[in-house]
């Protein structure tokens, strides 16, 4: 796991909370427009994957108590886990590749509506993403998974040698000295694990992409809307497909990669097919990286530029995200698979409360601000979204009132306490259960584990009625807030 260079210990501080009327007048809940549809507040609660679903990935009670408690805290928007767009195995994750996914949508819509009493708008991130397989048993890799190239054989003197005498000699050799026998693909699925690239256009699936794409995002969007879902947010950000098109990493020569335009072009691409479908009154937007934080991935500059191209095509919002790259990913166990949030770029993307001499709080606020004013000066007013860190009233308010987003969305905040914005507004903000940015969510999501919060999943656990983890041990949701005494 990568470290600050610092290693300075914070503790929130969310600062001085408004009461009630001071809250009733401020910015961050007042309404805004996303394209055809309004928010009744500037408030978000970003994606987040809560390993609620099961291998089908279906909607199951779980995923509806999930979304149930962030719903009571009536934020203006919240956005539905990444969910896969492909009607393929993806672990205990939602999908919407099949029509057969629709009823569950539609349930999961109805619960988030009464639950908010009709005063949040939901949205659903859709993605995709490329195969990635656990980090191998050396010997087993070297023995069945490994081909043995001309290379290989003139790398090691035995161009005449039987296939099984060369995979005996490697597996002989220290792992060290394989660095002069294999090439940086064979060595990266050696000891990290074998994982797709979007450059990797000698392979049929890879090179259709372009042509596979728009359609999947299209038919995902269309079931979305049919499910009643309020509108869509294309995955554009982090380790997955999307993302790594527009990234400066993207080297393919077939038009889809190389300079900025290129980068950019399926990504539209997508977005237009969308729009074809799902008309031009059914909210469509993304979400993005302000920067990659990887040896040669995308900078601010970039993300400018696309957020402009985004905005002229039509998007109706910007939700701007960090990091979160395979790139730099720590070496995975053996039996594991890499985790794009254990290098610098994941520390970027989840900065823990032991950090550099800048903090864990507001990490993408000003990137976010140089984004948006490149839409602002290209001529459009397209909402952008900021997240990260925020924990506080006076923290989301000043961001907004000096220009540098146009809604504020809290995640690890939002799962310390679902009541947030629904406490805050009362004039409760005293009552704020107050993420301390330890990261205990996020070594669960490592581990596939159900995610909870240290501050309440074993709070009450003999409460009647309280759903336990897989596990036995720790509450499912956070205790519901009985409301203002």
């Given amino acids: 796991m990568w470290k600050p260079p610092e290693r300075i210990k914070y503790a929130p501080e969310p600062g001085a909370w408004p009461t009630r009327e001071r809250a009733e007048r401020s910015l961050w809940f007042s309404p805004i427009r996303i394209g055809p549809l309004t928010l009744t507040s500037r408030t978000w609660v970003p994606a987040m994957v809560p390993w609620r679903s099961n291998e089908e990935g279906w909607v199951t009670d779980d995923v509806l108590d999930w979304y149930e408690q962030f719903a009571r805290g009536k934020p203006g928007g919240l956005v539905i886990e990444a969910t896969g767009i492909r009607d393929i195995p993806s672990g205990p994750l939602l999908r ?224 701007l995200s960090r990091g979160g790259r395979f790139e730099d990913a720590k070496q995975p166990n053996v039996g594991e698979a890499a985790y794009p949030y254990t290098g610098q770029s994941g520390y970027e993307c989840m900065p823990a409360y032991i950090s550099d001499e800048f903090g864990p709080f507001g990490r993408n606020i000003e990137p976010g601000a140089a984004i948006r004013k490149a839409v602002r000066d290209a001529g459009f007013e397209t909402p952008v979204i900021v997240t990260g860190g925020v924990h506080g009233f006076e923290k989301g308010e000043r961001i907004l009132q000096e220009g540098k987003a146009d809604i504020v969305g809290i995640a690890r905040q939002a799962l310390a306490d679902p009541d947030f914005f629904l406490k805050v507004r009362a004039g409760c903000g005293s009552e704020v259960r107050v993420c301390e940015y330890t990261n205990y969510c996020e070594g669960l999501d490592q581990k596939h584990k159900q995610v909870t919060c240290k501050l309440w999943d074993r709070k009450e656990l003999d409460e009647p009625g309280v759903k336990r983890t897989l596990d036995g041990k720790r509450r499912t949701t956070a205790p519901a807030w009985a409301g203002p005494a």
């Fill in 96 to 319: 919407i590749g099949h029509d057969r996914y629709i009823p569950g949508l539609k349930e999961l819509v109805q619960t988030v509506r009464r639950a908010s009493e009709g005063q949040t708008r939901l949205f659903i991130q859709c993605i995709d993403f490329l195969a990635i397989r656990r980090r191998p048993d050396p010997a087993k890799f070297l023995d069945r998974f490994l081909v043995v190239t001309d290379d290989i054989r003139a790398a090691l003197d035995m161009e005449a040698a039987p296939e099984a005498a060369i995979r005996e000699t490697l597996k002989a050799m220290p792992d060290a000295e394989l660095d002069g026998v294999l090439d940086t693909r064979q060595l990266e699925s050696l000891r990290m694990g074998f994982r797709e690239r979007v450059g990797d256009t000698h392979v049929p699936h890879i090179l259709d992409l372009p042509k596979v794409l728009p359609d999947l995002f299209a038919d995902a969007a269309q079931r979305a809307q049919e499910a009643g879902i309020d509108g869509v947010e294309l995955h554009y950000a982090h380790a997955y497909t999307m993302a790594s098109f527009l990234s400066r990493t993207n080297d393919r020569d077939d038009g889809y990669g190389g300079s900025r335009e290129n980068r950019v072009r399926l990504p539209l691409e997508a977005f237009a097919r969308v729009r074809e479908v799902v008309g031009a009154d059914y909210p469509v937007g993304c979400r993005f990286l302000t920067e990659d934080i990887v040896d040669g991935g995308s900078e601010v500059s970039d993300s400018s530029f696309y957020a402009a191209e985004f905005a002229r095509a039509g998007m109706d919002f910007l939700s």
